[in-house]
């Protein structure tokens, strides 16, 4: 674990008083994983302490009463996750709280299989072989195209290499349909980017992708 972002707690007496600080995962999270915050607070009997946790969103799953708790973030988070701490069995007149806050990306990190420019016909269906057979090992991952196209490539010249990438996925290696998506856009020459998303996250990482954000 890794500082990422905190508070320090500020006492009326800091000579006397104790120093909270909470440590947050010091990276981005992935929606549905767990995060771990942890409380250290410095010249204090630790025996005598207890922890009040409150976290923004998600869920605290274990570390109930104790320094370290382990949160479950959800897809409806906000991108900041805050958790903050009152330790009990301070001095009154010290400073008894303080909080640390982490990232939680809007979708689950895509996996990049392949990235290829302009390439013969016969070199691409390969390369689709390839992505299917990474497919089959991934149950609940679909695959995604980012196909760049010069803006004088006509509409039908897209629609048809679009198709026959589909056809060559259903009809040849048996792929659903279903679990193929094509996210066509205008660059300044030919590209694809061939990516396996969480199927759930599909529709997240299209619109993060036509928005100009990148994984």
């Known amino acids: ?50 922890y009040e946790w409150t976290v923004s969103a998600g869920t605290i ?15 409806a988070d906000d991108p900041t996750l805050h958790a903050t701490v009152r330790v009990g069995g301070l001095d009154p007149k010290c400073a008894s709280e303080a909080s640390a806050y982490a990232a939680v ?5 895509p996996i990049t299989i392949d990235e290829f420019g302009r390439i013969p016909i016969r070199e ?19 695959l995604l195209f980012l196909l760049r196209f010069p803006a004088t490539i006509s509409v039908k ?3 048809a290499r679009m198709a026959r990438i589909r056809q060559h996925l259903t009809n040849r290696r048996n792929v659903p349909a279903h679990r193929i998506h094509m996210v ?32």
Not at 8 to 28: F, L, M, R, Y
Not at 30 to 47: Q, Y
Not at 61 to 75: A, K
């Open 105 to 109: 990306i809007g979708c689950r990190l």
């Open 124 to 142: 691409e269906m390969a390369r689709l072989d390839i992505a299917a057979l990474e497919l089959r090992k991934s149950p609940d991952h679909d």
């Open 184 to 215: 066509p856009m205008i660059g300044d020459e030919h590209s694809t980017l061939i990516y396996l998303v969480v199927r759930s996250d599909v529709e997240a990482f299209r619109q993060g992708v036509e928005s100009g954000n990148r994984w």
């Open 61 to 75: 799953v274990s570390g109930f009463g104790t320094p370290s708790i382990t949160v479950q973030s959800s897809r």
């Open 157 to 159: 010249t897209r629609e």
């Open 1 to 50: 674990m890794a500082l990422y972002a905190s508070s320090v707690a500020q006492s009326e007496s800091p000579s006397a008083c104790p120093t909270i600080i909470v440590i947050a995962p010091s990276g981005p999270t992935n929606p549905g994983d767990t995060l771990i915050f942890t409380a250290n607070v410095s010249a204090a009997d630790a025996d005598s302490l207890k």
